[in-house]
Nanobody, 124 residues
Framework: QLQASGGGLVQAGSSLRLSCAAS????????MAWFRQPPGKEREFVAA????????YYADSVKGRFTISRDNAKNTVILQMNSLKPEDTAVYYC???????????????????WGQGTLVTVSS
């Protein structure tokens, strides 16, 4: 099971730190990721991290502003979000996959495990 937390209401330009806590060792997953679903839109890829080598991947819309990291000792994945914009408003979901392959990390179907979502609202 995955538990996402850290969402809230912030002003544009602010920062937020989302956490995803796993009930089992995060090293058991091949990839962990964050997706988001803006109001009235489909869920979209935000960032992913390879749990072995630590390689990271980002959507173009967040590159340079968001950072995904892992803390295997705490079985947690973090999404540090800086310079937030109103268009970042969404429910953010963490996801994990044990058989995810690199070419599929951008797709929801590549992840078998999902957290419940945490709402991020960025006001202008």
């Amino acid at each position: 099971q995955l538990q996402a937390s850290g969402g809230g209401l912030v002003q544009a330009g602010s920062s937020l730190r989302l956490s995803c806590a796993a009930s089992e060792r995060t090293t058991s997953y091949r990839y962990m990721a964050w997706f988001r679903q803006p109001p009235g839109k489909e869920r979209e890829f935000v960032a992913a991290i390879n749990m072995g080598g630590g390689f990271t991947y980002y959507a173009d819309s967040v590159k340079g502003r968001f950072t995904i990291s892992r803390d295997n000792a705490k079985n947690t994945v973090i999404l540090q979000m800086n310079s937030l914009k109103p268009e970042d408003t969404a429910v953010y979901y963490c996801a994990a996959g044990k058989s995810t392959i690199l070419s599929n990390i951008y797709y929801t179907r590549a992840y078998a495990y999902w957290g419940q979502g945490t709402l991020v609202t960025v006001s202008s």
